[in-house]
């Protein structure tokens, strides 16, 4: 049976990437499906995607993986080789809200996010039923002012137990720590309710609706110590109008968030975001 992996790669930008890349591919066998390559100018920084199968049985990766390092170590390379049937590990956390919870178990559900749910987490036992409905351990980890250390300790000794590499907020209202964000950076993805920048604090859509907004959306982005300042990876929008109550807007606020934050997480599980300083290259 043919295996298939997504090849990815990132360094600073210079002559002979793409040619010293496809060569040691063709060297070890495999054949490429798709690419996506990109240069960024302003900071310098080359990014390449692949989705690649071996053309035989005879295909060694681990060998490719040693004769690769070469190139590597050539062009100063940060790179993973990455079998399609592995299945990312990722741990979900929520307050109240069950729309992002319910959207990103029902995708799983039916396949279209393809990967391993470690545990739902949440502050409040409100969603607890979704968890048990959908099989999937649920753990509360009450949060207080007072409590944020221990809390944090918790939530980051059941990451690591579970080895979930990926942590998605399906809108979980408890800002994390600064030394929690710079540990998991670049693996833990928020939903913020607003087509960024905001209408800061309580009750945003109505805030917007206030302002006579034509347009209210959802950003999807990487979480950092700089509150909703992550590097962006999914936005989307729908347009309203003078018609709309908040009500409207709060309603369709909620399919935008949901979709967004599917999108978002679907494709970081392809692999198909890079960090790239404050922002992110995506490809489609």
Not at 206 to 235: C, F, M, N, W
Request: glycine share 4%; charged share 25%.
């Amino acid at each position: 049976m043919t295996s298939r992996f997504i090849f990815t790669t990132q360094c600073q930008d210079q002559v002979g990437i793409v040619a010293a890349v496809a060569t040691c591919l063709l060297d070890h066998g495999f054949f490429i499906d798709e690419a996506a390559q990109f240069g960024d100018e302003l900071t310098g920084r080359f990014f390449m995607r692949l989705q690649i199968r071996q053309v035989d049985d005879v295909c060694n990766t681990d060998d490719f993986k040693v004769q690769f390092q070469g190139v590597a170590d050539r062009f100063k390379m940060e790179w993973s080789l990455d079998e399609l049937t592995t299945r990312p590990r990722v741990m979900l956390m929520v307050s109240k809200f069950d729309h992002c919870l319910s959207d990103l178990l029902y995708r799983h559900r039916i396949g279209e996010l393809e990967a391993d749910i470690t545990a739902i987490v949440s502050n409040h036992e409100t969603l607890r039923h979704l968890a048990d409905q959908a099989d999937i351990p649920f753990h509360h980890i009450p949060v207080t002012a007072e409590t944020k250390p221990q809390a944090e300790a918790q939530l980051t000794a059941l990451i690591e137990e579970t080895r979930s590499e990926l942590v998605v907020l399906a809108r979980y209202m408890q800002v994390l720590s600064a030394e929690m964000c710079e540990k998991y950076s670049g693996r833990v993805i928020n939903i913020h309710h607003s087509f960024l920048p905001s209408f800061k604090g309580a009750k945003p859509y109505h805030r917007a609706h206030d302002r006579g907004v034509k347009l209210i959306g959802a950003t999807a982005h990487y979480v950092t110590s700089d509150l909703d300042e992550g590097p962006i990876i999914e936005q989307m929008v729908e347009r309203v109008d003078h018609s709309d109550s908040a009500t409207d807007l709060v309603a369709m606020g909620r399919d935008v968030e949901a979709s967004t934050l599917a999108r978002a997480v679907k494709m970081h599980l392809e692999r198909r975001v890079f960090l790239n300083g404050i922002r992110t290259v995506v490809f489609w």
